[in-house]
């Protein structure tokens, strides 16, 4: 078991810059991957990014890529998203996941594969 809770979410204006966490307790963040996703008002729970167990591998969805940056401590049981360039339509519930893989170096970018969720995080981007 792993509880998750995420911070760092906030009301910025477009082109500024977030930085979410996510702390893990419990069993070690160490044997999970770890991803972020986000949900806007009237729309699904979209995949954002992932990184592997090591911190290795990482994968974001395309309309974040090169803006936003996935990593992790796992000595300090947390993961951290870096978020720049915000725009707009980047405001939605942020949520960090976790699930168990067996392979170090392996990612996660379906929804259905983690098994721990936190409760998220507001971010709201003004134009």
């Known amino acids: 078991q792993v509880r998750l809770v995420e911070s760092g979410g906030g009301l910025v204006q477009a082109g500024e810059s977030l930085r979410l966490s996510c702390a893990a307790s419990?069993?070690?963040?160490?044997?999970?991957?770890m991803g972020w996703f986000r949900q806007a008002p009237g729309k699904e729970r979209q995949f954002v990014a992932t990184?592997?167990?090591?911190?290795?591998?990482?994968y974001y969805t395309d309309s974040v890529k090169g803006r936003f940056t996935i990593s992790r401590d796992n000595a300090k049981n947390a993961m951290y998203l870096q978020m720049n360039s915000l725009k707009p339509e980047d405001t939605a519930v942020y949520y960090c996941?976790?699930?168990?893989?067996?392979?170090?170096?392996?990612?996660?970018?379906?929804?259905?594969?983690?098994?721990?969720w936190g409760q998220g995080t507001q971010v709201t981007v003004s134009s």
């Open positions: 996941a976790a699930g168990p893989t067996p392979l170090q170096s392996l990612i996660v970018r379906i929804a259905s594969n983690y098994n721990y």
């Open positions: 419990g069993r070690s963040s160490s044997v999970y991957a």
């Open positions: 990184i592997s167990r090591n911190g290795i591998s990482t």
